[in-house]
């Protein structure tokens, strides 16, 4: 029995999971929504999506500044790519959690509550690694072009960088840590 939530005129039910204790097992099962498995999906591909948004984001500004620092100065080009490299590193991270998700979600057991985790796991490093590649870019562009004008702030400019590419690291620590998540229940399957 459900108890009744009152808005105006209308009654609402409160859904609660039915949690039963098998007694020849010493597990608790518990009814999982099918939509347990969308909110897992969704975590890997927003981990992949937004941090491969962020490094071509990244990627594309900072390359943008490269090439337009080449024409003048040629010789720096090799040294002024370490904008586009860092960049690119936000998409793996987005890759290894979109993995680890992926690999996680079994059909036999899973309940909400790794479907949640793994959705604010995915966000979390997606996120995290979109503003990581903004961040890269903006400073990759403006960097290289002022160290070509001026040799004494290319380290400052790679330790800026590092700054920003910490942003995405973060967000992937943040990540593993919620996809070693464990539930204590076994699931019963509803619609």
């Known amino acids: 029995h459900k108890p009744p939530l009152s808005f105006g005129t209308k009654h609402f039910f409160v859904a609660r999971p039915r949690i039963s204790r098998n007694p ?12 347990s498995f969308f909110f897992g999906f969704i975590g890997a591909a927003s981990a992949l999506v937004f941090a491969n948004l962020g490094a071509a984001y990244g990627t594309a500004k900072s390359g943008v500044g490269v090439a337009s620092m080449g024409v003048m100065r040629p010789e720096l080009v090799m040294r002024s790519i370490i904008p586009v490299v860092m960049a690119g590193v936000l998409g793996i991270y ?15 057991a899973y309940p909400l509550f790794l479907g949640f985790a793994h959705l604010a796991s995915g966000l979390s490093c997606g996120l995290s690694g979109l503003a990581a590649g903004m961040a890269i870019g903006i400073v990759g562009d403006a960097g290289v072009r002022a160290a070509a004008q001026q040799p004494k702030l290319f380290v400052g400019m790679i330790l800026i960088l590092i700054f920003a590419e910490a942003l995405g690291l973060y967000g992937l620590i943040v990540a593993i840590i919620l996809t070693t998540k464990t539930a204590k229940y076994t699931c019963n399957y509803t619609g």
């Open 94 to 108: 987005g890759l290894i959690i979109a993995v680890i998700i992926g690999s996680s979600i079994k059909e036999e």
């Open 24 to 35: 020849k097992m010493s597990e608790t099962t518990i009814d999982c929504p099918s939509s």
